[in-house]
């Protein structure tokens, strides 16, 4: 496996994983509407997602160096442009429709209070569109390499 694999595999897990644990965390809250401590576990949660990714990726890296085979840069290089293009292209949806819904919000007067627990609830939608964009392109990505 290539360590371009190595590390798509570990983001990809990793990410599910992490961001997974911390959404259940937020819909627990929210349900509760106690928002006091999640700054505290987003932060939590980056610091847990980059030193996993780079702990993880640099020791299988370095167990297995002498193992790892090198892919050819085309066919790599393709998939991986092909994924962050879909990838971009839902990023941008996402963004879309929630600038749709406020603007269908604001033709019928409907206030939405982005004040407290509305910013909070806000944030943590912006962040699951850049999660899933995220591991989308992950996903994809190892989808798309050329298989040997």
């Known amino acids: 496996m290539t360590h371009r694999k190595t590390h798509l595999w570990i983001s990809l897990i990793v990410g599910v994983v ?9 819909v627990q809250q929210a349900a509760r509407q106690s928002f006091g401590d999640l700054p505290f576990w987003f932060l939590g949660a980056l610091v847990v997602v980059v030193a996993a990714e780079t ?14 085979r090198t892919l050819e840069e085309g066919p790599t290089l393709q998939a991986a442009l092909k ?8 990023l ?3 963004v879309l429709i ?21 910013a ?3 944030a943590h939608i912006l962040l699951a ?5 995220e591991l989308l392109r992950a996903a994809l990505t190892l989808a798309l390499l050329p298989r040997r």
């Open 18 to 26: 992490v961001w997974g644990a911390y959404f259940v965390h937020f």
């Open 55 to 68: 702990v993880a990726t640099g020791l299988i890296a370095w167990l297995f160096r002498r193992r790892a």
């Open 83 to 90: 994924a962050s293009h879909v990838a971009l292209m839902l």
């Open 92 to 94: 941008i949806a996402m």
């Open 98 to 118: 929630a600038a749709t819904a406020l603007a269908v919000a604001s033709l019928f007067d409907w206030s939405l209070d982005l004040s407290g627990r509305g």
């Open 120 to 122: 909070v609830i806000a």
């Open 129 to 133: 569109m850049v999660v899933v964009a």
